[in-house]
C-alpha cells in the first residue's frame, strides 16, 4: 500500500533552519509530485509548494520563496523540505503529500504522518 | 490572491444529512476537492475534482458545485463522520485552502 513516512519532530531556535524528510514506498516515487503542507495548531492547511521527483523542478509558494527548498534522492525514493529562518510562527505540523503529476486541478490522494516542527530560543 | 470561505463549524443529528460550504470566486469551475482529518490525525481525501470518491471513501460523501459555491454532502451522518473537513482548490498555479469546518454529529 502507498505510504509517505516523514522525519521524527524537531525543536529549532530562531533563524535557524530545519529539513524534514518524507520517504515512500508502495508505488513508482518518479510517477507523482511530492507536496508540502503545513498546519499550525489549532489552524487551517497551508500550503508550501510542490516537487516533481523525476525532474526534480519545483514550484514554491510565494509566501515561502527564498525560503524554502524541495530536494529529492530518487534511489531511496526520498523528498526532502527544508526551511530556513525560522521564526516562531512557522511552529506547526509539516505533512508530505503526494498528487498525481500533470494532473490538475491538484489533489493529495495519499499523506504522510505529519512532522512536529518547534520554534523556541 | 484566491480565497476560500468555510464555515467554522457545522452541526448535524445522527442519520440526518450535513451540508458543508466553501465559497470562492467562480469556484465552481475550478472542481474543488474535500479532506476529512480527524484530531491528532492526518487529513484524508474524501472528494477530488468536484464529485469523484476515492476508493474506500463511504458513498455517503458526496460533492458538489455551483456558481461560487462548492459543497460536501454527507447523507445519514455517523458518529464516525465527527471531524474538521477542508476544502481545496487550484488557482494560478497555487493551491488554497479553506479554513476548515468543524462537523459536530449531535
Known amino acids: 500500500q502507498v505510504q509517505l513516512v516523514q522525519s521524527g519532530a524537531e525543536v529549532k531556535k530562531p533563524g535557524a533552519s530545519v529539513k524534514v524528510s518524507c520517504k515512500a514506498s508502495?508505488?513508482?516515487?518518479?510517477?507523482?509530485?511530492i507536496n508540502w503542507v503545513r498546519q499550525a495548531t489549532g489552524q487551517g492547511l497551508e500550503w508550501m509548494g510542490w516537487?516533481?521527483?523525476?525532474?526534480?523542478?519545483?514550484g514554491y509558494a510565494q509566501k515561502f520563496q527564498g525560503r524554502v527548498t524541495m530536494t529529492r534522492n530518487t534511489s531511496i525514493s526520498t523528498a526532502h523540505m527544508e526551511l530556513s529562518g525560522l521564526r516562531s510562527d512557522d511552529a506547526a505540523v509539516y505533512y508530505c503529500a503526494r498528487s498525481p503529476t500533470g494532473v490538475l486541478p491538484y489533489y493529495f490522494d495519499s499523506w504522510g504522518q505529519g512532522t512536529l516542527v518547534a520554534v523556541s530560543s | 490572491s484566491y480565497e476560500l470561505t468555510q464555515p467554522p463549524s457545522v452541526s448535524v443529528s445522527s442519520g440526518q444529512t450535513a451540508s458543508i460550504t466553501c465559497s470562492g470566486d467562480k469556484l465552481g469551475n475550478k472542481y474543488a476537492c474535500w479532506y476529512q482529518q480527524k484530531p491528532g490525525q492526518s487529513p484524508v481525501l474524501v472528494i477530488y475534482q468536484g464529485r469523484k470518491r476515492p476508493s474506500g471513501i463511504p458513498a455517503r460523501f458526496s460533492g458538489s458545485s455551483s456558481g461560487n459555491t462548492a459543497t460536501l454532502t454527507i447523507s445519514g451522518s455517523q458518529a464516525m463522520d465527527e471531524a474538521d473537513y477542508h476544502c481545496q482548490a487550484w488557482d494560478s498555479s497555487t493551491v488554497v485552502f479553506g479554513g476548515g469546518t468543524k462537523l459536530t454529529v449531535l
Open positions: 508502495g508505488y513508482t516515487f518518479t510517477n507523482f509530485d
Open positions: 516537487m516533481n521527483p523525476n525532474s526534480g523542478n519545483t
